[in-house]
């Protein structure tokens, strides 16, 4: 006679060893875990209500400046630490993780206009309203050293910005001219002219480094090759472009914030329409700055919030605003993608999470994995009328709202005019411009 | 013509001729023109011409003469040497100024130039354009790209780069020079160095291990010393204590014999100590606490004498009583332990030095040894004056001990065989004594009942678990006299101590602790076991001795009473056995009288017939309902109670086509409705959203679960993959073209010839093959065969299954 008797394979439940996880047979024969969809829906609304609940993106706010913050840099090798320029011309150095000033520079006699770290990380570079630059060094002086800059250059023109090469000892500033400058020599290398207005900034490609972009108070954006010493091509906006930059990750790529409340994303080898129009902002867009990453840019702008975009966005996914932020004027992403700083009027720089619901610090494993499901739920749901209402709910204040109605009715009222005009003209007279095209005036070869 | 114009003003000023047949020649052509004029053709006359025109002398054509004169050649000299020179330099410069064009403007030179250059920057950033393409359709990407090791500096080379500057600092500097405290390089003083050499490692790997171990050790000790004294337990502690004391004993026996000097010196001690806690009054009952303890037992005693005697008591005396008994028994007890023969074992339980008396050979023990061994209050206070008697008396307990090396050097034994055979002993008499309850109670019994014993009578209480709380419960005195004794345990619990860390094995890993401690849970349980044993042992050995039979009988009782204590301990588990079966019985009992008890509270409903009534109101509900369209009063008289006919009611009262057949019709238990849900449909998604083109697509995006509860964990780890990895507190550096994989398709063949240009092993394989999806490789058709495409493949492979 058989006997038929239980045996299993001691394989299939024994641990390795006695630090392994104790192995739970699971069953996922779908008919025994019904609902999955409304269950999984729950699960996503939850998971939106609490990343609201927990979207608290300010961290702290480092005070110290006596005028307002004009300008930023970022250490290039130091996650921690930040400069900042301020309207009186002192220069500070931020230890983030303190949150402290770790030291003070008398830079200039007024503005300082702007400033940059070299790619080395051992000085930075600053311009000022006294028509100088100088080249200090990234550490403190020594006991009984005097605060000095380690080179000081007179300029004949009072320079208004400056960015440095992301590999050669090279930097440029602008001013009534782009110029560029070796960094041994105290005169520049060459100046790239077309045009003459004072251009507010320059910037250095951080893929292709001979390449330049600047933005001029004539309302239009020239690029630059530096090997060639030359200017590229210029193109004319609507209204003034206050500043460009780069992104890190895609080489033709920049994006210019505009005085006409847009920032506009170019592809540098197609200028005669912008790649994207990102449009929220109620005021002028004063600073921009792209993340690590090149997925995503924060802006700063004179209607005293910030906002972060898509890069493949028209619409902005964040928008930080504090009571007591004033217009901003420059803001920055950090280098590990992590956080945000924005500099204001009312002399205070802030920090900000760039995912305002993230949980900061080390995250278990299965705090990871929770993470990770509720960020792909969230994706997964983000249709649904209820989690879309919850995910996109923001608070603004009053000023901003009411701006943002009463530009809306505004750009109502505009379409309506032109809807109507076309309506009541010959047919082709009035031609549908795309809104990408409404902004640029020309392109100059 | 403006070539000839000069020429023939240069052939004027050479001859007249010439220009006479030019007259000539134009004549002829006039001529010609007018005839042509009048339309006939006339005959032409043939001409003659000079030969001189075709035919040369010189044997030269004259095929030329029609063809543009060169001015420079007939200014061609015949000597090397002319005036005509300079004419002619002249001549050249006017004909080449003519050739030149005119120079662009500024402006446009500078235009042009802008045009190349920005055509030739867009080719070069347009390499860019694969990896752009490939960044942004990936499913993953993981920063920063280029992932290098960190490096840490050694400390050694962060300091030497220091130096003091500020006067504090120098002063701090000199400070550790003069100390010879190094600064920068070693970080190890002159000594430690040389202590470092003269200790091998060997020898330093040892002496750290047995520190450990020693650490370890008493670490172990410590918590379990902290664990028995959280056991609230007074009986333990009570037999604990007992069992100390014995062991002190014994430990004390051991001394006499081996040493009897160091004993001797051992007992002044103690009497020293004994004498400086009896100046220090603490232990006489005239301590508060003390004296309400005595009234309390004392007030119990009363009451049973109420009872018995049946008497009216006077409380004054009463008083009187309860103050002059310590007193009574204070000179009362003194005449008795003179008398009485102590107990040299210490089975009483009292410090066994504690209980000799230099009257050894007068035993009566009777009187004192329920007492003591009650520990009844009157005991208790007995107690405290016998102590002080035997402290005073160590002498006949060191007589005691004599004696029984005496005996013991009879038999040429080694202790330790001794030792055995008493623990075997004691295992027997153990098994002999734990049928002892009965006797003690028997004892009990007879107790209350002997008139003759009435001191003990009063004494003693009820019953013995009474008495022994009641004995338990006054502390101080016991505590005091616990001190006394512990005064003694320190030295031999450290000893234990060194002993413990004396062991061979070696405790390095976690089991070693964990077993280390599971060996502890056992030593508390052999402990108490040998409390048992070495008492047994102590009997075994008096019964030996072979002493005053009666006094043996006597002394039994006592002993037996101490074991039952301890059958009453062992006892317990075994009473806790029984209840567990009623118990679930009840449960039993209880969930069927809840169920009874909810069937009862839900008696009037029937869920099933209301699910029918609901069905079938639904079913009611769904059918078209006719429409009435009756008229009354039209055609016919109207008013109160007045019907509209049946005619007009036929005729008027629509009736709609019948409802399709319900879906639930064959399913009893369901009811479908298919009526819209507001409610739902506040969760539903309206309209089709963008990236998908059909709502089959976006319905089927919805059914896929991405959860762990319908996934495997592999599966959901790959499903719920972020899309952006970043490194906490790593910078992300721009893209460059070493990070670019020399698999980048497309027209970034050129980025790859840089990277290999570069000389760099294209670490960023790491960086960017992060991106999964790679399908549109085969879209870029002018790309060369890439040698690593293969690779991607592959590499998608190996983050699966890492991921």
Redesign the interface.
């Known amino acids: 006679m058989r006997v038929k008797v239980l045996s299993r394979n001691p394989d299939d439940y024994v641990r390795e060893t006695k630090l392994d996880l104790q192995r739970v047979p699971r069953n ?1 024969d ?1 008919a025994l ?1 019904p609902f ?2 409304a ?3 729950t ?1 996503a609304l939850n998971a939106t209500k609490l990343e609201r609940v927990f979207a608290k993106p300010f961290l702290s706010s480092l005070d110290g400046h006596r005028d307002g913050v004009n300008c930023m840099a970022k250490h ?2 130091s ?1 921690s630490t930040v400069l900042s320029g301020a309207c009186d011309g002192e220069v500070k150095i931020w230890n983030l993780t303190k949150r402290q000033c770790i030291r003070t520079i008398q830079a200039h006699e007024g503005f300082v206009r702007g400033m940059c770290a070299r790619f080395c990380g051992t000085s930075f570079f600053t311009v000022g309203d006294d028509k100088t630059v100088k080249q200090w060094k990234m550490e403190s002086p ?3 050293e005097e605060e000095e800059p380690i080179h000081t250059i007179l300029g004949k023109t009072v320079y208004t910005g400056i960015d440095h090469h ?1 590999k050669e000892p090279v930097f440029a500033t602008c001013g009534h001219q782009v110029d560029i400058w070796d960094e041994q020599r105290t005169s520049p290398k060459c100046s790239l002219t077309w045009g003459f207005d004072s251009i507010s900034s320059v910037k250095f490609n ?3 480094t001979y ?1 330049l972009g600047s933005c001029a108070s004539d309302r239009n954006i020239v ?1 630059y ?1 530096m090997r ?1 010493s ?4 210029k193109v004319i906006l609507n209204m003034r472009t206050n500043t460009l930059c780069w992104n ?6 920049f994006t210019a914030a505009n005085e006409d409340y847009n920032l506009y994303t170019f592809d ?2 197609f200028l005669e329409s912008p790649v994207m129009v990102h449009m929220d902002h109620v005021s002028a867009v004063l600073d921009v700055d792209y993340s ?4 995503e840019f924060v802006s700063a702008s004179f209607d005293k919030s910030i906002r972060i975009f898509p890069v ?1 966005k028209g619409h902005s996914r964040e928008v930080y605003h504090t009571k007591r932020m004033q217009h901003v004027i420059t803001v920055k992403w950090t ?4 956080y945000i700083l924005c500099g204001s009027d009312e002399m205070n720089i802030r920090l900000w999470k760039a995912n305002a619901s993230e949980k900061l610090g ?1 995250l278990a494993p299965r705090e990871k ?1 929770a993470m ?2 509720n ?3 969230k994706e ?2 983000q ?4 989690i879309r209402r919850i995910a996109q709910h923001r608070h603004l204040p009053k000023s901003i709202y009411c701006q943002i109605k009463e530009q809306r009715i505004m750009r109502e009222a505009r379409r309506r005019k032109e809807m109507n005009r076309r309506k009541h003209s010959k047919p082709g007279s009035v031609p549908f411009v795309p809104e990408r095209k409404k902004h640029i005036v020309a392109v100059v ?1 | 013509m403006a070539e000839q114009d000069p020429a023939a003003a240069a052939a004027g000023s050479g001859s007249d001729s010439e220009e006479g047949e030019d007259g000539e020649r134009r004549h002829r052509r006039l001529l010609e023109a007018i005839s042509a004029l009048s339309g006939r053709k006339r005959r032409r006359l043939a001409e003659r011409s000079e030969a001189s025109g075709q035919v040369s002398e010189f044997n030269v054509t004259c095929k030329g003469a029609g063809e543009k004169l060169d001015l420079s050649e007939l200014l061609q000299p015949i000597h090397p040497k002319s005036k005509l020179g300079s004419v002619r330099k002249e001549l050249v410069r006017v004909k080449r100024k003519a050739a030149v064009e005119l120079p662009l403007s500024k402006e446009e030179a ?2 042009v ?3 190349a ?2 055509v030739t ?2 080719k ?3 390499k ?2 694969q990896v ?1 393409l490939q ?2 359709r990936a499913e993953q ?1 993981v ?1 920063p790209l280029r992932q290098d090791i960190a490096t840490v500096t050694p400390l050694e080379r962060v300091t030497s780069a220091w130096k003091a ?2 006067p504090l ?1 120098q002063e701090i500097f000199g400070l550790l020079h003069k100390t010879q405290q190094p600064v920068t390089d070693p970080l190890l003083t002159p000594e430690e160095m040389a202590s470092l050499q003269a200790m091998s490692l060997e020898e330093a790997q040892r002496r750290r291990a047995e520190l450990q171990k020693a650490r370890a050790v008493q670490s172990y000790y410590e918590a379990k010393a902290r664990r028995t004294k959280r056991i609230k337990s007074k009986k333990y502690h009570r037999v604990l204590k007992k069992s100390r004391r014995r062991q002190a004993l014994k430990e004390f026996e051991q001394l006499h014999k081996s040493d009897p000097a160091a004993a001797l010196a051992r007992l002044e001690e103690l009497e020293q100590l004994r004498m400086q806690e009896r100046m220090s009054l603490k232990h006489q009952n005239k301590g508060k606490w003390a004296r309400s303890r005595a009234i309390m037992a004392k007030y119990d005693l009363e009451a049973r004498k109420a009872m018995q005697e049946q008497l009216a008591r006077n409380k004054e005396l009463m008083q009187k009583v309860r103050v002059e008994p310590p007193e009574e028994e204070l000179c009362e007890v003194p005449e008795e332990d003179t008398t009485a023969l102590p107990v040299p074992s210490g089975a009483s339980g009292a410090n066994p030095w504690m209980l000799g008396k230099p009257s050894g050979p007068a035993p009566e023990p009777e009187a004192q040894e329920g007492p003591r061994d009650d520990t009844v209050p009157g005991a208790m206070e007995n107690k405290d004056e016998e102590e002080e008697e035997e402290l005073s008396e160590e002498e006949a307990l060191l007589q005691d001990f004599e004696q029984k090396r005496r005996e013991r050097t009879g038999s040429p034994e080694g202790l330790g065989e001794e030792h055995g055979a008493d623990e075997a002993e004691a295992g027997a008499k153990d098994l002999g004594d734990n049928p002892v309850p009965p006797a003690c109670a028997e004892e009990l019994r007879d107790n209350p009942v002997s008139p003759a014993c009435a001191e003990e009578l009063r004494d003693n209480p009820v019953s013995p678990a009474c008495a022994e709380e009641l004995g338990d419960s006054p502390v101080s005195p016991a505590c005091a006299e616990e001190l006394v004794s512990t005064g003694l345990e320190p030295p031999a619990q450290a000893q234990e101590q060194l002993l413990l860390s004396e062991q061979l094995r070696r405790v390095q890993t976690m089991e070693d602790v964990e077993s280390l401690a599971k060996e502890e849970l056992v030593e508390s349980s052999l402990e108490q076991e040998k409390l048992v044993a070495p008492r047994a042992g102590k009997q075994a050995q008096q019964q030996e001795e072979g002493r005053a039979g009666d006094r043996h009988a006597k002394k039994t009782p006592a002993k037996r009473k101490m074991i039952s204590l301890e059958a009453l301990l062992d006892g317990k588990p075994q009473e806790m056995d029984c209840p567990s079966l009623p118990v679930v019985l009840e449960e039993e009992e209880g969930g069927m009288e809840q169920r009874g008890m909810i069937t009862e509270a839900f008696a009037g409903d029937d869920v099933v017939a209301d699910f029918r009534r609901e069905k079938r109101k639904a079913e009611e509900e769904a059918k078209p309902q006719p429409v009435n369209l009756v008229l009354p009063g039209w055609g016919e008289w109207g008013g109160t109670g007045l019907k509209p006919s049946a005619r007009k009611v036929r005729r008027f009262l629509i009736k709609p086509p019948p409802a399709p057949p319900r879906k639930d019709q064959f399913m009893p238990h369901v009811i479908m409705s298919e009526k819209r849900n507001i409610h739902a449909a ?5 309209e089709l ?1 963008f990236p998908f083109e059909r709502h089959q697509q ?1 319905e089927r ?3 896929t ?8 964990q592999r599966a ?2 790959k ?4 899309r ?1 990895i ?11 073209a070493e990070d670019v994989p020399d698999t980048a398709p497309g027209s970034g063949t050129r980025l790859g010839e840089e990277a290999v240009a570069g000389g760099k092993a294209v670490p960023g394989k790491k960086a960017v093959p992060g991106k999964k999806a790679v399908p549109e490789k085969k879209a870029v058709p002018g790309k060369k065969a890439v040698p690593g495409k293969k690779a991607v493949p592959r590499e998608k492979a190996q983050h699966c299954r890492t991921r």
């Open positions: 996922y779908p875990h999955e969809v269950r999984e829906y699960r290039p090798k996650l020594e006991y009984g992301w951080p893929i292709e390449l690029l090759d060639k030359t200017p590229l091509k890190p990750m895609e080489a033709f790529i540098m080898r690590p990453t090149g997925k493949d280098s590990d993608n992590k080390v994995a990770n499901y960020q792909k739920l997964k749901f249709f649904h009328p209820q070869k | 500078k235009r130039v802008r045009e250059a920005y920057t867009s070069d950033v347009g860019w354009q752009v960044n942004r990407l920063f500057r500020t600092e506040a969760h539903q998604v309206s959203p976006f995006s919805m059914r679960p991405v959860g762990p509860t319908w996934n495997t959901f780890q499903l719920t993959a972020p952006v970043t490194r906490t507190g790593h910078i992300i550096q721009p893209i460059s």
